[in-house]
C-alpha cells in the first residue's frame, strides 16, 4: 500500500498508523475462518479482557479486524486500507479530511465500536436529522451482529425515547440535540428526568460545518418571560408603603434588605397570601426586594440617567454611561417601574452553551470531513485536534482548472452560459455552484432562455434534495446549486458520464472560505472517476471587489483586456487564494474572541451545574448546608466587625439575625468569637427548624435550593450578555475589552454565589411545612416547563441576539472563597 503524506507531521502519521493497518491485515484469514457465532462472541471477549486490565490500545487492531469482517459478511463492504488509517486517526482523536466518495459513514464503525466496548456510551454527531437516522439505520446491522445496541436522536422525540437512545451503545444525532439535552438535563429537578449518560467519546461527522462555522451560533433553552410589567410596577408602588427600622432593615454596606416580622405580615396582606416564604411564593419575595433596593440604594442623576425614556446606568468610576448594560435580576425592570417609564421585557434564558464549549467536555473528541486542512490552526487551538489528510483510495484524476476572470458580472454570465450549453449538447453532466438563492434563479432565467433543461436545488427546492442529487450525475444533467450541494452529497456517475470526461463543477463565485470552494469542487473525481473543474469570476463579485479587487484590476487595466476576454493566469488565482485567507483570519479572530468570552461562562456554567448535579444526587444535604451557613455568617461578621476600631456594629448584626427570625443579644467581643456566636444561633434555629418541619424538610430543602440556584443562575445569564454587547465600548478608552470582561464577569460570579447562599439560608429558615401533594404538584409543574420545553428553545445567532477535568462546584467556589468551603461527596 502506498501512501503519500503532503505535510511531514502528516507523513509521519500516516506511517505510524500504516503500521498498524498491517498488524490488523494480518488477522484478517484468521477473522474469516470465524463461525458468526465465535465472531459475535469476541465483543464479550473484548470486554472480559477490558475488565481485566487491558486498554482499548492493547485490543484496537483484533478489534477493527472483527469490525472489518463483520461488515463483509452482513453489508458486504470491506474497509479499504486508507479506511482502517481513517478509523485509527478518529480513535486517536484527530480530525480526518477525507475526500467525497471514501466511505466516511463506513469508517465510524471501527472507533465507535472499539470505544463502545468500555461500556459508556459513545456518540456520532451529524449535520441533520436525516443523517443520523440514515447512518444509525445503515450502519445498525454491524453493530447489532456484536452484540451491541445503537439509537438515534431527533428532534420532537419523546422524554423516555430520547433517554432509551443514550442507554444504548452508540446513539447517532445531530450536535444540536445532543447540546440541547445537555442544556435540558441541567434543568431538571429528578434524576431521573436526566437523558444523558456520560461524555465519553464522540465524532462529528461534517466537523469544519459544526465545529468551526456554526461556533459562533449558541445553543440557547429560552422561555418568554412570565412577569407581566405590570407587576413590577405593583411592587414598585408597594415598597413605598414600607418603613425603615419599622418593615424592614438594610445593611448599606451589602447593599441589603431584610424584611422584620412585621415587613413579612405586610407583605403577606397586601398580596393576599398565608405565607411570603412559601416555594411558590418565591418571586413575590425577589420582587418586593427588588423595589425596595430600586427605591433605597439607586438614586437617579447618580447611579443612572433616565436617557430617551429609558434607564441607562452611569459607570460609578468614570462617571460615563453604559450603553447597553443592565441591572441584574429583575433589578432595571424595577428601577424602570419606579421611575414610571417603559418596563423592558425580555425572554428569560435559561441555559446556553456553544459548540465549542460543550464538544470540549468530552474525554474523547474527534472529527471527519472532507475538508480541514485549512483550518488546521483552529481545530488545534480550540478543540486540541490535530488535522490528519487521509489518502484517497485511488488517486485523484479531475483536472482543477485556473479561474476564468471578467470585469463585469454582465460578462461572466455570458461566459458561463455559453460554456454550459456548449457542454450540454455534448452531454457532460454539470453541477453549477451558487453563493446565494438568487444567483442560482438568475443563472436558471439564463438558461431557460437559452432552452437549457436543468434542475435547481436551494432552500426553496429543499424537499427535492434526495432526487436531484440522485440524478446530477446522468448524461445530460445541469444541476444549480447553492451550499447545499457541497456538503454531504455523493455525486455518482456510470461509465457513459466517464467517457464524456465525468462531472464538471463550475464555481460561479469564489466564497468567503477556500473550504466551501474545496467542497464544491470535490464532489467530482470521487474514488478515481474523472472529472472537471473551473470558477467563472468578475471584478464585481463581492469578494473580489472587498478584498482584491484593486491588484486585479490594475493587472487587467495594465493587459487592457477587451470587453468579454477574460484573463486566466495561475498567479491570478493565488491573489484570490490569499484574499480568502485574509478574509478566514478575521473570521477566526471573532471566533476566537467569542471562544475566550465563553470559556470564562464555561468554568462558572461547570460550576453551577456540578452544585446542582451535586444536589440531585444526595439524599442529604447537612454538611454542605452547614458549609453555606458558615460562609453567610463570615460575611455578616466581616460586615459588622470594624478592624481597625475593633468595634462590633451590634445593630447591623441585630438586624441580620431578626431576619433569620432570632431576636438574641450578641456578647462576642472580638471577630472570631463573633463568628462562632453568630453560626451556633442560626445553626440551632436551623435544627430547630428541621425538627419542626418533620421528614419531609430533605425533600422541601433539596427543592428549595435548586429553585434558587435556577432563578439566580437564568438572571445572571442575562446580566452577562448585557456585559458582553456593553463591554466592547471599553476599547475606546484604550481598555482590553476582553480582560475588562474577564473582571466583571468574575466579580458577577462572587455575587451570584453569594446571592445564592443567602436566599438559601433565608429560606430555609423561613420556610414553613405546605401540603405534600401541593408539593409535588408544583414541583412536576416546574420540572415539566423547564426540563423539555421542545417547542420554546432556540439556537440563535450570537450578533442578532438582543439588537454564549469538572471539578466540583464548592471545589471551584474554593478559588473565590479563601479555600474554605468544600462539598463532600
Avoid at 484468521?30 to 463461525?35: A, G, H, P, S
Avoid at 452482513?74 to 478509523?87: A, K
Avoid at 484574499?579 to 467569542?594: D, M, N, T, Y
Wanted: hydrophobic share 35%.
Amino acid at each position: 500500500m502506498k501512501l503519500f503524506g503532503l505535510f511531514d507531521k502528516n507523513k509521519k502519521l500516516l506511517k505510524q498508523y500504516s503500521k498498524r493497518v498491517e498488524k490488523i491485515n494480518e488477522l484478517e484469514s484468521q477473522m474469516t475462518e470465524l463461525k458468526d457465532e465465535e465472531l459475535k462472541q469476541k465483543t464479550e471477549d473484548f470486554k472480559n479482557r477490558l475488565k481485566n486490565g487491558e486498554t482499548v490500545e492493547d485490543i484496537l487492531e483484533e478489534a477493527f479486524a472483527v469490525v472489518r469482517e463483520t461488515s463483509k459478511r452482513i453489508l458486504g463492504m470491506r474497509h479499504f486500507d486508507v479506511q482502517l488509517i481513517g478509523g485509527i486517526s478518529l480513535h486517536d482523536g484527530k480530525v480526518a479530511e477525507m475526500k467525497t466518495g471514501e466511505g466516511k459513514t463506513l469508517v465510524a464503525t471501527l472507533p465507535l465500536y472499539l470505544n463502545a466496548l468500555t461500556g459508556k456510551n459513545c456518540q456520532l454527531a451529524t449535520h441533520n436529522d436525516y443523517l443520523a437516522q440514515r447512518d444509525a439505520n445503515w450502519m445498525r446491522p454491524i453493530y447489532e451482529f456484536l452484540g451491541l445496541s445503537v439509537g438515534f436522536i431527533y428532534s420532537g422525540m419523546s422524554k423516555e425515547e430520547r433517554k432509551n437512545a443514550y442507554e444504548c451503545d452508540i446513539t447517532y444525532g445531530t450536535a444540536n440535540e445532543f447540546g440541547f439535552d445537555y442544556l435540558r438535563d441541567n434543568l431538571v429537578y429528578s434524576l431521573e428526568d436526566k437523558s444523558q449518560r456520560d461524555h465519553y467519546f464522540t465524532i462529528v461527522d461534517e466537523a469544519d460545518s459544526i465545529l468551526i462555522d456554526e461556533a459562533r451560533t449558541p445553543l440557547i433553552i429560552s422561555g418568554p418571560s412570565d412577569t407581566p410589567s405590570e407587576l413590577y410596577r405593583r411592587f414598585a408602588m408597594f415598597s413605598r408603603k414600607f418603613e425603615n427600622e419599622k418593615d424592614y432593615t438594610i445593611d448599606e454596606k451589602q447593599k441589603t434588605v431584610a424584611l422584620t416580622e412585621e415587613g413579612i405580615e405586610k407583605a403577606e396582606k397586601m398580596l393576599n397570601i398565608e405565607n411570603l416564604y412559601d416555594p411558590q411564593n418565591i418571586k413575590y419575595l425577589f420582587h418586593l426586594l427588588n423595589a425596595l433596593k430600586a427605591n433605597l440604594f439607586f438614586k437617579k442623576d447618580k447611579d443612572y440617567i433616565i436617557q430617551d425614556g429609558e434607564v441607562v446606568i452611569v459607570d460609578e468610576f468614570t462617571g460615563r454611561l453604559l450603553d447597553g448594560r443592565r441591572y441584574s435580576e429583575g433589578l432595571h425592570q424595577s428601577i424602570e417601574a419606579k421611575e414610571g417609564v417603559k418596563v423592558n421585557q425580555e425572554s428569560l434564558t435559561y441555559a446556553t452553551i456553544t459548540f465549542q464549549n460543550y464538544f470540549r467536555m468530552y474525554d474523547k473528541l474527534a472529527g471527519m470531513t472532507g475538508t480541514a486542512k485549512t483550518e488546521e490552526e483552529e481545530f488545534q487551538q480550540i478543540y486540541n485536534c490535530d488535522v490528519i489528510v487521509i489518502p484517497t483510495n485511488k488517486p485523484v484524476v479531475r483536472m482543477d482548472k485556473n479561474d476564468l476572470i471578467f470585469k463585469t458580472e454582465k460578462e461572466k454570465y455570458n461566459a458561463l452560459i455559453d460554456e454550459i450549453e456548449e457542454r450540454n449538447k455534448k452531454g457532460q453532466p454539470m453541477l453549477v455552484g451558487t453563493t446565494s438563492i438568487e444567483n442560482s434563479e438568475l443563472i436558471s432565467k439564463l438558461l431557460k432562455k437559452r432552452g437549457v433543461k436543468h434542475e435547481v436545488l436551494n432552500a426553496k427546492q429543499h424537499e427535492r434534495e434526495a432526487e436531484i442529487v440522485m440524478n446530477a450525475g446522468n448524461k445530460n444533467s445541469v444541476t444549480i446549486a447553492t451550499n447545499m450541494a457541497g456538503r454531504g452529497t455523493d455525486i455518482k456517475i456510470n461509465d457513459e458520464v466517464k467517457e464524456l470526461g465525468g462531472l464538471y463543477v463550475i464555481g460561479t463565485e469564489r466564497h468567503e472560505s477556500r473550504r466551501i470552494d474545496n467542497q464544491l469542487v470535490g464532489r467530482s473525481g470521487r474514488q478515481g472517476d474523472p472529472g472537471e473543474s473551473r470558477f467563472f469570476l468578475s471584478f464585481e463579485d463581492e469578494m473580489l471587489r472587498l478584498f482584491g479587487g484593486e491588484k486585479l484590476k490594475n493587472i487587467m487595466n495594465t493587459l487592457k483586456i477587451e470587453e468579454g476576454q477574460p484573463i486566466e493566469h495561475k498567479l491570478l488565482s493565488n491573489i484570490i487564494r490569499d484574499a480568502q485567507k485574509k478574509v478566514e483570519g478575521i473570521h477566526f479572530s471573532i471566533r476566537k474572541r467569542l471562544y475566550e468570552l465563553d470559556s470564562v461562562m464555561d468554568q462558572q456554567r461547570n460550576s453551577i451545574y456540578n452544585h446542582r448535579n451535586w444536589i440531585l444526587e444526595q439524599s442529604n444535604h447537612d454538611e454542605h448546608i452547614k458549609e453555606i451557613f458558615e460562609d453567610v455568617t463570615e460575611r455578616i461578621s466581616e460586615s459588622a466587625w470594624d478592624e481597625k476600631e475593633e468595634k462590633l456594629d451590634k445593630e447591623l448584626v441585630k438586624n441580620k439575625l431578626n431576619s433569620f427570625l432570632i431576636n438574641k443579644e450578641i456578647k462576642s467581643q472580638d471577630m472570631q468569637e463573633l463568628r462562632n456566636e453568630i453560626f451556633d444561633l442560626v445553626w440551632n434555629r436551623y435544627e430547630q427548624q428541621k425538627e419542626d418541619f418533620g421528614e419531609e424538610f430533605s425533600k422541601v430543602s433539596k427543592y428549595v435550593m435548586l429553585r434558587i440556584i435556577d432563578e439566580k443562575w437564568r438572571n445572571h445569564l442575562d446580566a452577562i450578555e448585557a456585559l458582553k454587547e456593553a463591554v466592547g465600548l471599553r476599547a475606546y478608552g484604550q481598555k482590553n475589552p476582553t480582560i475588562e470582561f474577564k473582571k466583571e464577569a468574575y466579580y458577577m460570579f462572587t455575587q451570584l454565589v453569594d446571592g445564592i447562599y443567602d436566599d438559601i439560608v433565608n429560606y430555609l429558615l423561613r420556610i414553613v411545612k405546605v401540603d405534600s401533594q401541593r408539593e409535588e404538584k408544583e414541583t412536576k409543574k416546574v420540572t415539566d416547563s423547564l426540563n423539555y420545553m421542545h417547542g420554546e428553545y432556540s439556537a440563535l445567532n450570537r450578533d442578532g441576539r438582543r439588537k454564549e477535568k469538572q471539578t466540583t462546584y464548592s471545589e471551584k467556589m474554593g478559588k473565590i472563597r479563601r479555600g474554605k468551603i468544600k462539598v463532600k461527596k
